[in-house]
């Protein structure tokens, strides 16, 4: 079986200065990968190429075994490729419906859209009216993530989901994201500090400078993990 997310031998930069080299990335349906590192290493580029935001240098992007490098973040959101950006991703001007009307672009009904959404986050339905931005960060978070489901992604991927968030509200979303994972999204979590999420994660890969230094399944890389943190702090 192919993954459905695939990036091969990545490259990428800014300018003239490289922050991605020769980075392998590869997520099955269902399975739940966690990309971590320092400030800096490179996940949220990574996070970028994969969505179509940023031109790779060299290497390529493949989704279903399907080359798409250069294809634009339109089209890929088409087929199902989704982020939810660090910093929630909610207009908080906007109330919890409008933040979920907006969704309606990708051919689902607002009612289909919020019928998902309630019956998952029962809480944003109590928040209807609400300005996303009036409400709690975890609140905000399960608004993020609900628009993101609201698209039926095949690829969902977070950027910093834990982000200024209680450890108990930071278990409570990622037991969200494996709820998607075992509907059979594949599903790429970028964080700085590992613990939140290997409890989640079927396999972790620690990005240093931007080159993998170390990965695998995540109970398995307890000791390497710490010491590529404190070696790095
Ligand atoms: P963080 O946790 O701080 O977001 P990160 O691992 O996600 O870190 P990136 O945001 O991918 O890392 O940044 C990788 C490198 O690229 C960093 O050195 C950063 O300064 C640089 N960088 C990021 N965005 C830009 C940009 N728009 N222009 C120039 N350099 C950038």
Redesign the pocket.
């Known amino acids: 079986m192919n993954p459905i997310l695939e990036l091969r031998d990545v490259s990428a930069a800014?300018?003239k200065?490289t922050?991605?080299r020769g980075v392998n990335v590869s997520v099955m349906p269902g399975q739940i990968v966690a990309l971590l590192?320092?400030?800096?290493?490179?996940?949220?580029?990574?996070?970028?190429v994969a969505c179509g935001a940023h031109p790779v240098s060299s290497g390529q992007l493949l989704l279903g075994g399907r080359d798409m490098t250069g294809v634009s973040p339109r089209d890929l959101a088409r087929i199902g490729v989704c982020l939810i950006p660090?910093g929630r991703g909610v207009f908080p001007n906007l109330t919890v419906r409008e933040n979920l009307v907006m969704m309606t672009f990708t051919g689902r009904s607002i009612e289909e859209i919020e019928e998902v959404a309630y019956t998952r986050f029962p809480i944003l339905g109590k928040r209807v009216s609400q300005t996303a931005g009036t409400m709690s960060g975890g609140e905000q978070q399960m608004l993020a993530l609900a628009r993101g489901l609201a698209t039926d992604p095949a690829v969902l991927m977070l950027?910093?989901l834990s982000m200024g968030l209680a450890p108990r509200i930071v278990a409570e979303l990622y037991e969200h994201v494996a709820e998607a994972a075992r509907q059979g999204v594949a599903v790429l979590v970028?964080e700085?500090f590992a613990t939140a999420v290997l409890h989640t994660a079927d396999h972790a890969a620690v990005?240093v400078r931007?080159e993998i230094e170390i990965e695998g399944p995540p109970d398995e890389l307890g000791d390497e993990l710490a010491s590529l943190y404190l070696g790095s702090a």
Do not use: C, M, S
């Not at 590192?37 to 970028?48: C, D, E, H, Q």
């Open positions: 800014y300018g200065i922050v991605l590192g320092p400030n800096g290493a490179g996940k949220t580029t990574t996070l970028r660090e950027d910093e970028v700085q990005l931007g």
